[in-house]
């Protein structure tokens, strides 16, 4: 009967931690890099739009707090300007 | 979902777990239309794993195979994926052409929020796949799924 799952992939990745054979081809990291550079404006301007919405959250929080119980802030504040974002994918689409 | 390129996700003192990655990002939204309730990580996959696929795939849309692992992720069956978790077993995820074979982290993160992340190991195609190498089981029912669980320890 042969080895269980996970022992045959440890020892798998024990055999073939050769330095040789686990490098990857520099094609291969040129493309990562590549990829990578393709997707870091988008993460860029979604990270910094979330950053936004934190705080233009914590600002609507702090008005609330100052006001007193649930938050009688005016027409005007509850429709501060939050930033849109780009969903990229959709689950279960 | 989204995409961002990372520095070291988690902090384990071991080289592997100091690569670069790039990582999946989810995030539920609100009642604002175009704005986000709360984010929370996905799929890690280190430099390794992404090279691996480039190098065994080599036309593949990365993009797309990572939404795919992701996806798949938050809809395999929780009870499958916390017994893979605990017995440190590999789970397939599957991305284009292949799989991508991942190992399960949970834990809290800086904010002490719990995280489930699902880390790839490496990437193969699937003609190089094992017979036990088979892609994590979908939830049948959503409420018993990896997503439905993360929203419930946001």
Known sequence: MGAAPRERELEKAWRQHQPERARVPLEARRAVREFKARIAPDADRISARSREVRFSSSMIGRRRARLGGNGNCSASEKRLPLPRLTVRAALYS | ?154
């Not at chain 2, 995030?27 to 984010?39: D, E, H, L, M, N």
């Not at chain 2, 691996?52 to 795939?57: A, K």
């Not at chain 2, 991942?102 to 800086?110: A, K, M, P, R």
């Not at chain 2, 699902?118 to 979908?138: G, I, K, Y």
């Open chain 2, 1 to 154: 979902m989204w995409l961002e390129p990372r520095a070291q996700l988690v902090r384990i003192d071991h080289p592997s777990f100091q690569q670069n990655c790039v990582l999946v990002v989810g995030a539920v939204g609100s009642r604002v239309p175009g704005t986000i309730r709360w984010s929370f990580p996905i799929v890690e996959a280190p430099d390794h794993a992404l090279a691996r696929m480039h190098q065994r795939s080599p036309n593949i849309d990365a993009t797309v195979a990572l939404y795919e692992a992701a996806i798949s992720f938050l809809r395999a069956d929780r009870n499958v994926v916390e017994t893979a978790r605990v017995e440190g077993c590999t789970v397939c995820l599957p991305a284009g052409p292949g799989l991508l074979l991942s190992l399960l982290i949970g834990g809290l993160d800086l904010e002490s929020k719990m995280r489930l992340i699902a880390r790839a190991n490496t990437f193969v195609v699937a003609e190089m796949a094992e017979p036990d190498q088979r892609p994590v089981q979908a939830a049948i029912d959503s409420s018993q799924s990896v997503l439905a669980a993360v929203n419930q320890v946001r």
